[in-house]
């Protein structure tokens, strides 16, 4: 049911991604009465976009075993075996629950060895074990979960609305409730309720390029801090080697199919043209090399010529054979002018997937009573220093059922917030200078890609460290002084974020998986986590 009324809920439940929509209906099925919000359309977030799949032990030659081995080769030694073991067991039957929620996804040719479903291999996986919808999954994943929110009786949908602050009970440390802006009223209130379930996707918009939608602001990790909550492992971002570079084109990901069906990457001559390949300089497997390999080779070089792209080119291939491989990329270059079956791709390294947050445990729940994180927002200790490919909508939707499992056995022991304190708009004017948010913001992201990005150093992390000071001293005050908008929210949430980034690399004193830092490249004998406390 959409409603722009909701004075209270038993449980909120901020962001309608695959973790919001899973729990909202886990909860709504047992019957549980809850409040979905999202800052855009309900079908919205990075799940939408995932393309890939979900990893999941279906293949009867597969096992847990393997894929928990997998998951912890991927994290480079810094995940938490519990949290892997648990994720990978309850795989399997999350896959059965969407599909009993009518998620259709690729079927298996004639039965191939007794499965259903088609299973596909991603780079890191020993094993066939990525359930798809051809190559839409998210898509499928979000629209049905989305429709069912919507006409659930039990569920109350509030879209256009974007979560400011969580309310606390700082003596108890105990979570009562959220302000809430309407971002088409612009009115401000407080929704009080039981407990609420942080779902509001990763941070990767604190980069100057990402492969993920413009709300990917880091809002839950932001929100979670301030309310008291411990923050871990935020120095591991990772970054998508190949995104297309075009003025009229964000986020828009080429996929590394192109790189195993022969593209190779090229330094740009100076009149724009493809030069020299440079991957082999690099790794002896050139562009075929693992993602954060061909990652950091593009940034090195970008760094070191003090260039905006590289090229990435199948021009070399038959035409007919780049129509049929790769429709969708042909015909989106196409549309921006780019032909290329004649002409290379200028590309650049996104910021993809963030591996911190939160800190839960393997309830969902943070160190806040009654506050859960679910999905991207959350650390559980499954990705470690590195994320497996398809290993985090598999996470969205353990986690989201634990946090539900947990809620439907604590609810009933919960007591009922108290009335809440509205929020003060006396002191508030409308501000004229939106361009300064609008400067702000490319300010921040700007000198997180120069100075926080794939390759780092200590004198670029104290670079990066005093500029985010300065940055969030403006941005407070500006925040104090002048009506919320939606943007500011998301300024004061990225700058939060990047604090947190550039806090937790210069405290990580060696390399390892997704942080890599020329001061101190050699891998420690033994891995840590970080943990930043409130
Ligand atoms: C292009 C792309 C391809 C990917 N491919 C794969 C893949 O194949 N397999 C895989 O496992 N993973 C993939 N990923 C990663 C995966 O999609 C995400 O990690 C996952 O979808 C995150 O889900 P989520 O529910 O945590 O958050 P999201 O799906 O990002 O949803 C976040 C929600 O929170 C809401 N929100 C945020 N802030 C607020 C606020 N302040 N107030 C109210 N609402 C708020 C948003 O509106 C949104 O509804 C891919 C990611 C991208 C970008």
């Known amino acids: 049911m959409k409603s722009n009324d909701v004075a209270s809920a038993e449980v ?18 047992a019957g549980r009465k809850v409040c979905v919000i999202s800052k855009g ?42 949290a892997v073991n648990f994720t990978v067991e309850r795989g399997p039957a999350c896959i059965e629950w969407l599909i009993e929620q009518g998620v259709v996804f690729t079927q298996a040719e004639g039965e191939e060895r007794g499965q259903r479903l088609h299973l596909t291999r991603e780079g890191g996986h020993s094993h066939r074990r990525i359930v798809h919808a051809a190559d839409a999954t998210g898509r499928a994943v979000e629209t049905t979960l989305a429709a ?92 998508h080697p190949t995104s297309l570079y075009h003025r009229d084109s964000r986020s828009f990901l080429i996929s590394e199919a192109l790189r195993g069906e022969g593209a190779l990457l090229k330094l740009p001559n100076a009149d724009g043209s493809a030069g020299d390949r440079f991957m082999p300089r690099f790794d002896e497997r050139g562009e075929l090399a693992p993602r954060d390999i061909v990652a950091r080779a593009i940034d090195h070089e970008m760094k070191r010529l003090g260039i905006k792209h590289v090229l990435l080119d199948i021009s070399h291939k038959p035409a007919e054979f780049i129509h049929e491989h790769f429709p969708s990329i042909h015909q989106h270059c196409l549309s921006l002018g780019l032909d290329i079956t004649r002409e290379p791709i200028p590309v650049v390294p996104s910021a993809h997937f963030t591996c911190g947050g939160v800190v839960t445990d393997l309830r969902a729940r943070t160190d806040v009573q009654g506050l859960y994180a679910a999905g991207e927002v959350a650390c559980t200790g499954l990705h470690g220093a590195n994320r497996l490919a398809s290993n985090s909508l598999l ?66 992390l104290l670079r990066a460290q005093h500029r985010v ?66």
Request: proline share 3%.
């Open 148 to 239: 069912l929110a919507e006409s659930h009786p039990n569920i109350v949908v509030r879209e256009q609305g974007v979560a400011i602050d969580l309310i606390v009970d700082r003596a108890a440390r105990r979570v009562l409730g959220a302000y809430l802006l309407d971002r088409r009223s612009g009115r401000i209130e407080a929704v009080r309720a039981k407990a609420v379930i942080l779902a509001t996707g990763g941070a990767n918009q604190v980069y100057l390029y990402s492969t993920n939608q413009f709300g990917a602001s880091g809002d839950g990790i932001a929100m979670a801090w301030r309310a008291g909550c411990r923050v871990a492992n935020m120095e591991f971002m990772q970054f």
């Open 41 to 82: 359309t309900l079908a919205g977030g990075s799940t939408l976009w995932a393309q890939g799949g979900i990893s999941a032990v279906l293949d009867e030659d597969d096992s847990v075993e393997a894929h928990v081995r997998d998951t912890l080769i991927a994290g480079a030694g810094l995940c938490d075996e519990a």
């Open 469 to 534: 000071d300065l940055l969030r001293r403006e941005i407070v005050e500006f925040y104090r002084h002048y009506r919320v908008t939606h943007h500011l929210i998301e300024l004061r949430n990225l700058v939060t974020v990047a604090e947190l980034i550039v806090r937790s690399a210069l405290e990580r004193r060696e390399s390892r998986g997704l942080h890599f830092t020329t001061d101190f490249p050699q891998t420690d004998a033994v891995a840590k986590p970080t943990i930043l406390v409130p």
């Open 12 to 29: 909120l439940i901020l962001g309608s991604g695959a973790a919001g929509l899973s729990a909202a209906l886990r909860l709504a099925q």
């Open 395 to 460: 996470e969205c939707l353990v986690f989201a059922d634990a946090a539900a499992e947990d809620l439907i056995r604590e609810l009933p022991h919960l007591p009922e917030p108290p009335a809440l304190k509205p929020w003060d708009e006396s002191r508030v004017s409308s501000s004229d200078e939106d361009v300064v948010v609008s400067h702000n913001w490319l300010e921040l992201r700007t000198f997180m890609w120069d100075y926080v990005g794939i390759v780092r150093t200590s004198k670029r």
